[in-house]
């Protein structure tokens, strides 16, 4: 089982940016893909951005140019860099990983952009 943790989350101004980070519990090499999925209240939870073991990205429309999903083998831990960031971007932002079939999420991080 891969247990996910996420951090980074909080409170920013639009035009702002973050970065998230997501640890793993095991080699990020070894989970066929993570991303990163986010869920606004009253709506479904969506995909922002993944990256496939092989290191192939790819983005929700909304959020290219704006976001990048990147990994650090060293430690374990994916990141999700967010610039130009939209009050449209408020949402809980959830750490994914699926390997072999099986899915597994983070406990979620907040992320606020006020206009």
């Known amino acids: 089982q891969v247990q996910l943790v996420e951090s980074g989350g909080g409170l920013v101004q639009a035009g702002g940016s973050l970065r998230l980070s997501c640890a793993a519990s095991?080699?990020?090499?070894?989970?066929?893909?993570m991303g990163w999925y986010r869920q606004a209240p009253g709506n479904q939870r969506e995909l922002v951005a993944r990256?496939?073991?092989?290191?192939?990205?790819s983005y929700a429309e909304s959020v290219k140019g704006r976001f990048t999903i990147s990994r650090d083998s060293a430690k374990n831990t994916v990141y999700l860099r967010m610039n130009s960031l939209k009050p449209e971007d408020t949402a809980v932002y959830y750490c994914?990983?699926?390997?072999?079939?099986?899915?597994?999420w983070g406990q979620g991080t907040q992320v606020t952009v006020s206009s």
């Open positions: 095991e080699s990020i090499f070894s989970i066929n893909f």
């Open positions: 994914n990983a699926n390997h072999f079939g099986a899915t597994y």
């Open positions: 990256i496939a073991r092989g290191g192939t990205t």
